[in-house]
Structures are given as C-alpha cells and as structure tokens.
C-alpha cells in the first residue's frame, strides 16, 4: 500500500527581515547575501512565538484543507530541530493545540532533511494497513538558535514550516521510492555544540555561544552539492527515469548555487525547478513543504506528475523522494 498526499499546508510568522535589516545587524549586504546565496528576505517569529504556533497553524490548515475533524488523525510527525522544548515533544503540543485526540506522535531530529525523514517514516506507517489519516510536519524556528554577531550562519536562515497529509492509496501512486542516508562523521561541519548532554546549558556555555549554530559554510556546501546531486541522479536512475521525466523538482532551499549545481547534474531544466528561497531563507524542516504547498497553490503540479523531492542537511543526513501526484 502506498501513501499519497491529500493536503499541503504552510504558514510562515509574519515578520520579515530583509537582507537590508541584516546589514544594520552584522557587517554584510544585500548584494553580498543575493549574489552567494539568492536570498532576499526571511519570515521570523516574533518574542511570544515558537515552533509549535507555527506547526499549529499549518495542522488547522491541513484539516481545513481536508474538511476533517482533529481525532480522524491517526499519528502527528513533527520534523524540527527547533522544537519549543526537549519535552514534551512538538508533536504532543499540536495534538493538544488541535484536539487530535486519537492520534499518538513524535518529533524527529534530521535537520534539513527532517521533513523527507517524516514522509519517509510515515509513508511506512501507511503501508502497515493499521494507519489511515497520517499528519507529516517539518518545521523550524531557525532564529532561535542563530547567533547575530555571526555573519557565516545568521544571514541564510529563516523561520516557517509546512506540512502534508499522508492516507493509503490502492494505486501505483503516491510516494513511489525513496533513498535516505546519513553521515555521522560530517556532524561537526554543521552543529549546535552547547545546550544538550554534552555541554549542558551554563552560564559559561552560554556566554560561550554554544547553543548557537555553528557551520563551516565551505564544506557543507560541497558536500551538499555532492549529496543531493548524488542522490537524485541514483532515484531517477533506479526508476529508469531522466531528469526530462520530472514535471517539477523541489528541492530543499539552502543556498540557490546549490540548487542549480544538483538540477544541472540531473538534467533538470530550470523552469521545472522549485526555487523560493529568495523569500524565506534557509527554514530547515521547513522549505520542502514550504515549497510543494505553494506549488500546489500555484497549479504547477497535475494528475500523474512525477515530483522528485531532494535535501540535505546537518547531520549529515541527506536523500530523495519520488512522488507520482495523484489529485483527490
Ligand atoms: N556577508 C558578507 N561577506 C561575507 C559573509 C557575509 N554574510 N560571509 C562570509 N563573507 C565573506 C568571507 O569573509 C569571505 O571574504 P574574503 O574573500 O575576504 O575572505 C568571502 O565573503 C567569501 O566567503 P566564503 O565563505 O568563501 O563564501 P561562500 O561563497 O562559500 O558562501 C556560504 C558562504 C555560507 C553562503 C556558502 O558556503 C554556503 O551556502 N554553504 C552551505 C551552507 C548551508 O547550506 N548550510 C545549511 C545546510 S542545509
């Protein structure tokens, strides 16, 4: 049995931030910032807002969008590396948010690849037979582990997520491959070093600014390239496809250099590209299905398309999905 999508969702907070506000914080411009990365502004929560008013929002959206009730869901996946707190988990701020009062769920750390991770685990929930109405989220509140004084991270990300419902489909439809990975070894390219178990939270790892986002923005770029492209090219080939047979790719919003390096190896051509970063930043969890809601809204995908979703991230954890859209 396979899992198809029956509702996309995204809600981002209202604030933006332009690379223009960034240049009054740290010392970059806008013509910097567009040039390396295609970014021009990000969406960021405000004081009183977290991971789960953004998850929260995308939930009642997907039900709206579905015309169903809370307790018609089954299980709540919540892709983030933002969660509002260790515990309880995002996903168990949602159920109680929404009322889902049947359904059981969980947080699922992966980083940029946190929301083909969620779609992954529940595509396989749904081929058990035992699930029904499956609520996929990946989000993330970026601006809350980002250091402002560094210009290396602080100016590629952004806040927001999106979400999808996954229910059982007879057909040759649905989420029709996947190949997920990961690297252990490349952890430390791309890391919050304080705030867990390893350095728990002092006043000496704070003032440290170990509970900020560190990267080492060369290396992951090259290995995100490589990654993505890699993994991409490997799907399309197992299913003896080319890049001329996707109808539109989407992959995960990092850096726009990268997106055009992993299309161009896939033979993709650009305007079957889904490219919004210029709006939103880096949003982690959060830009795939940022993207397929607006791709959705935006009538760029039809009955029987091939969509192939691609990311990477820290971790490393990286990988791709094919969709065939099947329309409700
Ligand atoms: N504003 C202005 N200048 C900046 C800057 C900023 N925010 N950040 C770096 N620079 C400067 C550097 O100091 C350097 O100056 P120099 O040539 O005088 O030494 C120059 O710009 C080039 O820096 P470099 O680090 O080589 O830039 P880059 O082309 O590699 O781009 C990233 C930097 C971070 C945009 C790029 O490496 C990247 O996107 N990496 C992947 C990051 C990522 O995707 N992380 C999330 C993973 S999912």
């Known amino acids: 049995m396979n899992a198809k999508i029956t509702a996309t969702a995204h809600n ?85 948010n929404i009322g889902a009062t049947n359904a059981w769920g969980f947080d699922l750390s992966a980083a940029c690849s946190g929301f083909l991770y969620g779609l992954e685990t529940g595509a396989n929930f749904i081929s058990t037979g035992k699930y029904e109405k499956i609520m996929v989220i990946g989000v993330d509140t ?6 402002f004084k560094d210009r290396d991270t602080c100016v590629i990300f952004g806040d927001g997520g999106g979400g999808v419902i996954l229910e059982p489909t007879t057909k040759e439809s649905g989420i029709i491959d996947s190949i997920l990975h990961m690297d252990g070894s490349g952890g430390d390219y791309l890391i919050v070093p304080g705030g867990g178990s390893r350095i728990p939270a002092t006043i000496k790892s704070v003032n440290e600014r170990k509970h900020y986002i560190k990267q080492d923005g060369k290396t992951v770029y090259k290995y995100a390239v490589k990654g993505m492209a890699d993994v991409s ?96």
């Not at 896939?266 to 809601?293: H, Q």
Request: glycine share 6%; aromatic share 4%.
């Open 142 to 147: 970026m601006t809350s582990i980002l250091d």
């Open 233 to 328: 090219e490997k799907i399309l080939s197992k299913n003896n496809l080319s890049g001329d047979d996707i109808a539109l790719f989407i992959p995960h919003q990092a850096n726009k250099r990268i997106i055009d390096a992993a299309a161009e190896r896939c033979g993709i051509v650009e305007d079957k590209v889904l490219i919004n970063i210029d709006k939103y930043g880096n949003t982690t969890a959060g830009t795939i299905p940022i993207a397929l809601n607006e791709a959705v809204n935006e009538n760029r995908i039809n009955d029987g398309d091939l969509i192939l979703l691609a990311a990477f991230g820290a971790g490393f954890t990286w990988g791709s999905i094919l969709i065939r859209w099947e329309s409700i």
């Open 12 to 96: 981002t907070p209202k604030n933006i931030m332009t690379n223009h506000d960034l240049e009054k914080i740290v010392d970059t411009s806008d013509e910097w910032i567009r040039s390396r990365t295609g970014i021009e502004k990000r969406h960021i929560v405000s004081e009183d807002e977290a991971s789960s008013d953004i998850s929260t929002r995308i939930a009642l959206s997907l039900l709206k969008e579905k015309n169903i009730l809370a307790d018609e869901i089954d299980l709540i996946i919540v892709g983030t590396v933002t969660p509002d707190h260790y515990t309880p988990s995002t996903a168990a701020l949602v159920q109680k």
